[in-house]
C-alpha cells in the first residue's frame, strides 16, 4: 500500500491553520442558513450533541447545515458555522481526495464529529494524530469494494472508527478517536513492513508463471502450427501431442525459444509431420530412407539433453512401425492430427511474439489505473511487466494479486478510455488547509465590507446627526425669529395700547378736567363744595363760596357759619375735584342734602 505515494505538498502550518479556522468560525456568515436574529444567551443555545450523535450512529450521508435546518431549535453562530466549515471541508474532500467513492464516503460522515468538536475547540478538533491518519488514507488509494478479505478488512476497521467516534460524543472528549487513530497507524506501520516482502514474493513466483506460460503457449502454437490441416498415422500424433509438446514446452522454458535445444526440437517435430503426411514424403522416397534411419536417435538424444534423463522404453515404438510401413510402401492408416481446436487449444500469434516497448512500460509503471464508473469502479496497481509475456502484473498495491493483462489489451483499453490512469490524490490534510484558507479569505472580505458598511454607517449616522442638528439650529432659529417677531409684534401692540390709553386718559383727563372746570367755574356765590377729611375717620369738610376773586382766579369758602375760611386756586379746586377730593354740589344735590338734614331732624326730634 506504500508503492507509489505520492511526494507530499507544501501546506501552510498547523498553527497558521487554527488561527484562520477561529477567525472564520467567529466572522464568516452564509446565506440561507439558521442563524439566530441576535446573540443568544448561553442557556438559550440549544444542545446538538444528541442530534449529531444519532446522525452519525446511522451514517447519514446529508449535511450537517441541512440537519440544522430541518429541526426548530436556537442554534448559535458560532454551531452553524462550525457546520459549514465541516460540510465545506468534507464536501471538498469528497470530490478531491481521489478515494473510492464508497470509502471517501464513510469517511465524509466525520463532518458531524468535526462540527460538534469544531464549536467547543475551534481549530484544536484537527489534532496532528487525525491529521496524520486521515492523510494516511492514501495508502488505501487502490482498495476497491470488491468483496473479497482485503477489502473487507477496510471496512471493519471503519466499523470501528463508528465505535470510537461514539465513545467520543459520550464521553465528551476526543480521546477515544485519537486513540483509534494511533492505532490504526500502529498497524499500518506492520502492514507496510509485510508488502515488500509480499511484493517481491510474488513477483518472483509471476515471473516464473510468465516464464512457463510463455513456453507452454510458444510449444502450442508451435504443434498447432505443424499439425494445423494435417492427417497423420494416430501414432506419430499421438507422440507429439503426449511427449514431444512437453520437450518443446521444456526446452523452451530452459533456453528460450533461440535456444539450440528449441531449434532442434521444432525441426524434429517438423521432421515427424513430414514422414507421417504421405503427401509430403512420398515424393522423395530417398530422403524418407535417410530420415527414417536418422529420426530415432535424434529423438533421443534431444530428449536426454533436455530432460537429463533417457526417453522410456516402448515410446517410440508406435513410430518406428510407422516408419517401416513407409519404408515398405505399406498404405498408413491416417486420421486429423488434430481432432478439435478445443482438445488442443493454440495461438499463433505467440510464434510472432514481440515485447512491449520499454520506454512505455517506464511511464506507466508503477502507476494506478481505474477501470468503471464510481461506487462499481475497480482499481488495480501496475506492479511489473512480466517480460517473457509482455503481461502486466496487476496488484491491490499491498503485494495481492488481482490479475495479468496481455499488454497491447491494456493499451487498446487505454485507448478506448475504459482504462484510465487514476487522478492524483489530495491528502486531508491538503484539503483542510486549502479549503480554510479559501473560507478565511471570503471571511475577511466579508469583515472588510462589514467595516466598509460600519464606516459608512457611522459617517450617514454623523451626517444625519449634523443635518438633524442644522435642522434643528435653523428651526430654532426660525423659532427665535418667529418668537422675535410675536414679541416685537406684541411690544409694538403694548406700545399701541398704551399710547391708546394714554390718549385716551389724556382725553379723559381733557375731558373731566373741562368737567371738572364746567363745575368750578359753574359754582355761584353761595354754592357748596364738599372736601375730604384729610385723615380717616373724620367727617367731610361741605364749604360754601364767599368770594371769587378773578383777578387771581381765587375762591374762598367758608362753612357754614362763616368761619373755617379756605382758599383755592381755580387750577387746584379743578385738581381737587379731578382727584376727587373736593365734589362740586349743584341745586339738586344741595336740596337733596337739605332735605336729609331736615329729615333727620325729625327723626332726632322724635326720638
Not at 466499523?159 to 500502529?186: H, K, M, N, R, Y
Not at 486429423?336 to 488442443?344: E, Y
Not at 516497448?357 to 506492479?383: H, I, L
Not at 357748596?528 to 383777578?551: F, S, Y
Request: charged fraction near 30%; proline fraction near 3%; charge should be neutral.
Amino acid at each position: 500500500m506504500s508503492q507509489n505515494r505520492q511526494k507530499p505538498r507544501q501546506l501552510p502550518t498547523g498553527k497558521a491553520v487554527s488561527g484562520k479556522i477561529g477567525d472564520v468560525l467567529a466572522g464568516i456568515r452564509v446565506p440561507d442558513l439558521p442563524y439566530p436574529a441576535g446573540k443568544l444567551e448561553a442557556d438559550a443555545v440549544s444542545d446538538w450533541r444528541p442530534l449529531l450523535l444519532s446522525c452519525w450512529n446511522e451514517q447519514r450521508d446529508e449535511r450537517v447545515t441541512h440537519v440544522l435546518r430541518s429541526v426548530h431549535l436556537s442554534w448559535s453562530s458560532k454551531q452553524v458555522n462550525a457546520a459549514y466549515i465541516a460540510d465545506r471541508i468534507m464536501d471538498v474532500f469528497l470530490k478531491t481526495s481521489g478515494l473510492h467513492p464508497d470509502l471517501s464516503q464513510r469517511i465524509a460522515r466525520l463532518r458531524f464529529f468535526f462540527a460538534w468538536r469544531m464549536n467547543l475547540d475551534g481549530a484544536q478538533t484537527f489534532s496532528d494524530t487525525i491529521i496524520s491518519w486521515l492523510d494516511s488514507l492514501q495508502e488505501w488509494r487502490g482498495w476497491s469494494n470488491t468483496g473479497g478479505r482485503s477489502a473487507r478488512v477496510l471496512l471493519d476497521q471503519l466499523d470501528a472508527l463508528i465505535i470510537a467516534v461514539s465513545g467520543s460524543f459520550e464521553t465528551g472528549t476526543i480521546e477515544p478517536v485519537e486513540q483509534f487513530c494511533q492505532q490504526w497507524q500502529d498497524d499500518l506501520a506492520r502492514r507496510n513492513a509485510q508488502v515488500g516482502k509480499l511484493g517481491t514474493r510474488l513477483l518472483e513466483t509471476e515471473q516464473g508463471a510468465a516464464r512457463q506460460r510463455r513456453a507452454d503457449q510458444t510449444a502450442r502454437a508451435l504443434i498447432g502450427r505443424a499439425l494445423q490441416g494435417r492427417k497423420l498415422p494416430p501414432a506419430i500424433s499421438k507422440f507429439i501431442l503426449d511427449h514431444w509438446y512437453r520437450l518443446l514446452k521444456q526446452a523452451i522454458w530452459q533456453d528460450g525459444v533461440d535456444g539450440e535445444t528449441c531449434r532442434h526440437g521444432s525441426k524434429l517435430l517438423e521432421w515427424l509431420v513430414w514422414v507421417g503426411d504421405p503427401s509430403l514424403s512420398d515424393q522423395d522416397r530417398n530422403r524418407l530412407y535417410h530420415v527414417g534411419e536418422q529420426i530415432g536417435d535424434r529423438i533421443l538424444d534431444v530428449w536426454q539433453r533436455t530432460f537429463r534423463l533417457p526417453l522410456a522404453a516402448g515410446t517410440l515404438d508406435g513410430i518406428e512401425e510407422v516408419m517401416v510401413a513407409r519404408l515398405r510402401g505399406e498404405p498408413a492408416e491416417l486420421h486429423d492430427a488434430l481432432a478439435s481446436s478445443q482438445a488442443f487449444a493454440w495461438d499463433g500469434a505467440w510464434l510472432g511474439f514481440t515485447g512491449a516497448d520499454v520506454g512505455a512500460v517506464k511511464e506507466v509503471e508503477g502507476e494506478w489505473f481505474v477501470e468503471g464508473e464510481g461506487r462499481s469502479e475497480q482499481r488495480r496497481y501496475f506492479f511489473a511487466l512480466l517480460e517473457d509475456t509482455a503481461e502486466i502484473l496487476w496488484t491491490n498495491g499491498a503485494g495481492v494479486k488481482q490479475g495479468v493483462q496481455p499488454w497491447a489489451e491494456f493499451k487498446a483499453a487505454c485507448d478506448k478510455g475504459s482504462l484510465r490512469p487514476l487522478p492524483r490524490l489530495t491528502p486531508f490534510g491538503q484539503v483542510l488547509s486549502e479549503t480554510v484558507e479559501l473560507l478565511a479569505k471570503v471571511s475577511g472580505k466579508q469583515r472588510r465590507q462589514r467595516e466598509l458598511a460600519a464606516e459608512q454607517a457611522r459617517i450617514r449616522a454623523e451626517a444625519l446627526r449634523q443635518e438633524r442638528e442644522q435642522a434643528e439650529a435653523a428651526r430654532r432659529s426660525e423659532e427665535e425669529a418667529r418668537e422675535a417677531e410675536l414679541a416685537w409684534q406684541r411690544e409694538v401692540a403694548e406700545q399701541q395700547r398704551l399710547e391708546d390709553e394714554r390718549l385716551e386718559q389724556e382725553r379723559l383727563l381733557r375731558e373731566q378736567t373741562l368737567i371738572a372746570q364746567k363745575q368750578v367755574d359753574g359754582i355761584q356765590l353761595g354754592g357748596w363744595i364738599v372736601v375730604a377729611p384729610d385723615q380717616d375717620g373724620d367727617e367731610p369738610v361741605r364749604l360754601k363760596l364767599a368770594v371769587r376773586i378773578n383777578a387771581s382766579r381765587k375762591l374762598v369758602f367758608v362753612d357754614r357759619l362763616g368761619l373755617n375760611r379756605r382758599e383755592y386756586r381755580d387750577e387746584a379746586l379743578v385738581e381737587g375735584v379731578l382727584r376727587g377730593q373736593v365734589r362740586v354740589l349743584d341745586s339738586s344735590a344741595e336740596f337733596d342734602d337739605a332735605l336729609s338734614r331736615v329729615v333727620g331732624r325729625i327723626r332726632v326730634g322724635r326720638n
